[in-house]
Structures are given as C-alpha cells and as structure tokens.
C-alpha cells in the first residue's frame, strides 16, 4: 500500500521497479491522487500530508496563503494543491468557475518572484472527472533550499521567515529542519566541488578558464573578461550530450576578437556598516559567506543567538 505522506516516493516504484516520470501529470499519478474511497466513489481517500493539500475553490485573492503553501512545498519535498475538493470530507465537487484556467502562469510566477527567493518552480494542470472540472497545482522541491520570504503581505507571510510542510500543515520552519537544510545544502557544495576537481584533474590547465556567474567575469591566465550584467542573466548552461540545433536552451556564442577595456572596474556589492545577524544568515544562503556559526563566532555574538537557537519567526 501506498504511503500517503511519500506520494511522490510512491508513485515512482512499480512492481519493484523505478521509473522516473519527467511529467508529474502523468495517469499514473492522477490515478493515485484522485482514487476515492470504495464504500463512497465521490470522496477521496487521501488525506492531507506532507505532499498534498486540497481546497474547494481558487481564489487569487488569498495570493498570500498560496504563495506560504507553495514555499512550503518548495523548501520539503514538493507536492500537489489539489482545487476543487471539498475539504471535511474530502468530496470531490469540482471548480465553480473558470477562475484557475483563465489566471495567467506568469502572473502567478511574477508573484512569487516578488516574495520569495530563490525561485519556487511550479507547473499547472486542467483535470476533467465525470463532467467536473479540477485544478493541480505541482511544485517542485528547490534545490538551493531553503526558499526565504523577501517582503511582508498580508498579514500571512514576513520578511525573513522559511516555511515548511509537515503532515498536513504549513508552519515556520522548526531549528532542527533548518540545520538539515543547512547540512544537506553543505554536503551538496562540497560533492558539487569533489565533481568539479576530478573533472578538471583530467584536463590541461592550459585548456581551461574560470567562468565566475556572479562577478561577471571569464579569467583564463591572468586576463580576465567582463560580461554584461544583462547577458549574464540570460546564461543558460546544457547537459552533455543534450544540445540540438532547434529547441533547445538559449547559448552564448562568442564571434571575433575581445577588445581591451582600459580601467575596467570589478563590481562591488555595498556591505552594512552594522551587520544583523540576519545579514549573515541570508548571505550564506546566497553563497556570500561560510558557515553562519564561524562568522557568528568571529563577530563576537553569544551562544544565544547561534544558528542552534535560531528560528525565522
């Protein structure tokens, strides 16, 4: 039997097996979501979990609390919002009105953007059962965890808090949830730098240049190239062994000779005078600084105000 609270985990395995479905639409997993109780075909035999919630109506007007769940999903495993079920039994009575295929992605995704950061991926889906009409929404686990609010709304969300899903509820993230964050998110960076170094092992030195995404720079033997802030932003990168002539991923293509700009001048970021000790713990979360603990430790701060003891609230 399924495991409700690892829905995602669950979905995958078949027979034994795993099988990655790039769509997480697929009827496998609409099958699974919407499979409804045997003494009641019209109530659904999901509860709410760490990877599912549910809710009668869209109403963009509660913006706020969706972009509070969907940070929640982002910062755990991801997981579906389910529209148009009625809640306390989970009946399944379809949408009421247009109002979820009519709103507009990017202005759902320009919301987001605007209150949170990094980026919350999600992806919308029309569902049809028997005549009534459901909205899915995914959202899928951020890699750069954790998702921080940046700016207050409503009264729902505060600047500086992290939001996480547990069983069936969304709350500020608890100081032992963060930690694991913070570990996995170390762990990650130090195999992202243990891959990087075998890969450059079995390369000359003199075959290769550093491409540095945040200061613009592409530094081979001492000369250094500057990159457009406005081009830097379109970079994209490719798998290996993915690249198409059509259809894929915008690419930069260098053409001609590189000019010499005399007086260049590197960017520079302005650091506050008196740095909070929320200043440290979103640099780190930028990749701006190490450790919050060391930094914590070398600007004299006690014990008391440690990542240990700290929670966003």
Known sequence: MM????ISKEIIMTNGNRHEYENVFSYQTLEYLFEC??????ILKRKESAELEVKENFNWGDKAKYGKLFCSFANNKGGYVIFGIKDKPHKLVGLRSDNFSRKDPA?????????FSPTIEWEPYDHEIDGKNFGIIY??????????????????MKEGEIYYRYSGETKIIRATDLQKIINE????????WQDMIFRLAKESPNNL??????GGTLEEGGTKVLIDEDLLSKLKFIKEGKFV??????TLRLLGDVQPISGAI??????????????????FFNGECGLPLRVFRSAGLSNSETPTTMVFC
Do not use: F, Q, W
Request: glycine share 4%; with cysteine.
């Open 245 to 250: 002539e059509k259809g894929g991923e915008p």
């Open 185 to 192: 998110r170390i762990e990650a960076e130090k195999k992202s």
């Open 107 to 115: 202005k759902i995704t320009e919301y987001l953007n605007s209150r």
């Open 209 to 214: 240049a550093l491409l540095n995404l945040e």
């Open 266 to 283: 590197l960017p520079t970021k302005k650091v506050p005078s008196g740095i909070h000790r929320d200043y440290i713990y979103k640099a």
């Open 37 to 42: 109780r045997a003494d009641k075909t019209n």
């Open 139 to 156: 959202i899928y686990p951020t890699k750069e965890k954790p998702v921080m609010c940046i700016n207050n709304d409503a009264n729902v």
């Open 3 to 6: 495991n409700d609270d690892k």
